[in-house]
């Protein structure tokens, strides 16, 4: 199956500072989201990006589909930002009905 | 819209028991799926549903089982239960027949099995 790899596994910020998060998978995807787990555990969607650049506040995201690749950016991070960060794919062979997800990157942003 | 409901929130089996862990949604989404959530892992597909009366497996789906009689109800069934399964378990769901579109999650079941 797809191989799903998130970089870097943990990220410690300052308040206000700006961090890129990665996400490489192993085969042709047409479905990638982005989500964020708070530190309570609930699971939010942030993007559904199969290919392209979308923007939401000080969040963005970037997929290169031809080199396997997916770029979340967090901008002037805040202390709610903090939590895990999921990259999750499907593919054509499974008609999008499977969702890979990667093991995260864990994001902690200091006051 | 109470969006993704799961109960219960925390339970605690011992070996051999069975349970059923609830997932209901009120926006009449197609798709919905369980996951379960391992320390320091990702998430992984146990089961999906693209609509009612279809389900299929998913990347880890021994020991579970799953119907789907209405739209929005999909319970996770644990036939015997396994320190193994011991994991947090998240179900969602999504408008139309597959995982293209935003996924909504419930708040999630941490299962203990002793």
Same mark, same amino acid.
């Given at each position: 199956?797809?191989?799903?790899?998130?970089?870097?596994?943990?990220?410690?910020?300052?308040?206000?500072?700006?961090?890129?998060?990665?996400?490489?998978?192993?085969?042709?995807?047409?479905?990638?989201?982005?989500?964020?787990?708070?530190?309570?555990?609930?699971?939010?969607?942030?993007?559904?990006?199969?290919?392209?650049?979308?923007?939401?506040?000080?969040?963005?995201?970037?997929?290169?589909?031809?080199?396997?690749?997916?770029?979340?950016?967090?901008?002037?991070?805040?202390?709610?930002?903090?939590g895990?960060?999921?990259?999750?794919?499907a593919?054509?062979?499974?008609?999008?009905?499977?969702?890979?997800?990667?093991?995260?990157?864990?994001?902690?942003?200091?006051? | 819209?109470?969006?993704?409901?799961?109960?219960?929130?925390?339970?605690v089996?011992?070996?051999?028991?069975?349970?059923?862990?609830?997932?209901?949604?009120?926006?009449?989404?197609?798709?919905? /799926?369980?996951?379960?959530?391992?320390?320091g892992?990702?998430?992984?597909?146990?089961?999906?549903?693209?609509?009612?009366?279809?389900?299929?497996?998913?990347?880890?789906?021994?020991?579970?089982?799953?119907?789907? /009689?209405?739209?929005?109800d999909f319970?996770?069934?644990?036939?015997?239960?396994?320190?193994?399964?011991?994991?947090?378990?998240?179900?969602?769901?999504?408008?139309?027949?597959?995982?293209?579109?935003?996924?909504?999650?419930?708040?999630?079941?941490?299962?203990?099995?002793?």
């Amino acid at each position: 199956g797809i191989q799903v790899e998130q970089s870097p596994p943990d990220l410690i910020l300052q308040e206000g500072a700006n961090s890129t998060l990665r996400c490489n998978f192993s085969d042709s995807v047409n479905n990638l989201q982005w989500f964020h787990q708070n530190p309570w555990g609930q699971l939010i969607n942030l993007f559904y990006i199969p290919s392209g650049t979308k923007q939401n506040g000080r969040l963005s995201a970037t997929t290169v589909a031809t080199e396997r690749y997916s770029l979340l950016y967090i901008s002037s991070s805040q202390t709610t930002d903090s939590g895990v960060y999921f990259c999750a794919v499907a593919t054509l062979e499974t008609s999008g009905s499977r969702l890979t997800f990667g093991e995260g990157t864990q994001l902690t942003v200091n006051p | 819209n109470a969006g993704v409901t799961q109960t219960p929130k925390f339970q605690v089996l011992k070996t051999g028991q069975s349970m059923t862990l609830q997932c209901a949604q009120d926006m009449n989404h197609e798709y919905m /799926s369980w996951y379960r959530q391992d320390p320091g892992m990702g998430l992984r597909l146990i089961h999906y549903s693209v609509g009612a009366g279809i389900t299929d497996q998913g990347e880890v789906p021994n020991g579970y089982n799953v119907s789907r /009689s209405t739209t929005e109800d999909f319970p996770l069934r644990l036939l015997s239960a396994a320190p193994s399964q011991t994991s947090v378990y998240f179900c969602a769901s999504s408008y139309g027949g597959n995982s293209y579109n935003e996924q909504f999650f419930g708040p999630g079941t941490r299962l203990t099995v002793l």
